[in-house]
């Protein structure tokens, strides 16, 4: 148990609508990482957040919007979904200091129909 | 940008050792990962090496990393069934946050 959990497990939806991802990170850790991981584009980095603040920004599309709350928690937000959307998605945590390691959840899986 | 590749698939005996290979092209990586995924699980990480190191050794797991030839491997000792999954390569960057780039992991099948 990695110390960072997510929820839903599962999620499955329709194209067009909008689903809400959520992440909580170990304790003591500031900054959350969201991932996608699909069968044709493998896993790729989103976004990143520190203490509130976005910090970084990958392949994310305009259609997916991400915050990281006071508590630390953090949301993705995914809309206008579509077929190709259907993927798991990750996040992970650090303690943001610039200390090496990354630790994952156990995803949540969506699936678009 | 940055690119990792791995090869799709590793298959080895009960008892041997393993050795899956890595090649990046960020020469500005600071430290690069090795994560470990199971059937429908998350990712695990299982050790990571400095890019100033060429070598780390963790119980079963040895890294080895030639930064010239831009080159990781990851060597697990006295394979065992439990072993098998999908382990994916991932170097992080100089700035730019602290995102990782992954390979697209490696399948690691161990036979009795």
């Known amino acids: 148990d990695s110390g960072v959990t997510q929820t839903p497990k599962h999620l499955i939806t329709a194209t067009g609508q909008r689903v809400t991802l959520r992440c909580s990170p170990r304790s003591g850790d500031l900054s959350v990482y969201w991932y996608q991981q699909s069968l044709d584009q493998g896993l790729q980095f989103l976004i990143q957040?520190?203490?509130?603040?976005?910090?970084a920004k990958g392949n994310i599309l305009e259609r997916f919007s991400a915050q990281q709350f006071p508590d630390l928690h953090s949301e993705l937000n995914l809309s206008s979904l579509e077929l190709g959307d259907s993927a798991l998605y990750f996040c992970a945590s650090s303690d943001g200091t610039g200390s090496s390691e990354q630790y994952f959840g156990p995803g949540t899986r969506l699936t678009v129909t | 940008g940055e690119d990792v590749e791995q090869s799709l698939f590793l298959s080895v005996r009960e008892g041997d050792s393993s050795v899956i290979n890595c090649t990046y092209t960020d020469s500005s990586s600071t430290y690069l990962y090795w994560y470990k995924q199971e059937p429908g699980a998350g990712l695990q990480l299982l050790t990571y090496i400095f890019s100033n190191m060429d070598m780390k050794q963790d119980q079963r797991l040895t890294v080895l990393l030639n930064k010239k030839d831009k080159h990781l491997s990851l060597r697990i000792a006295d394979t065992q069934t439990g072993d098998s999954a999908i382990y994916f390569c991932?170097?992080?960057?100089w700035g730019g946050g602290n995102k990782l780039t992954f390979g697209t992991g490696t399948q690691l099948k161990v036979e009795l």
């Open positions: 957040y520190y203490n509130g603040e976005e910090r």
């Open positions: 991932a170097e992080r960057g």
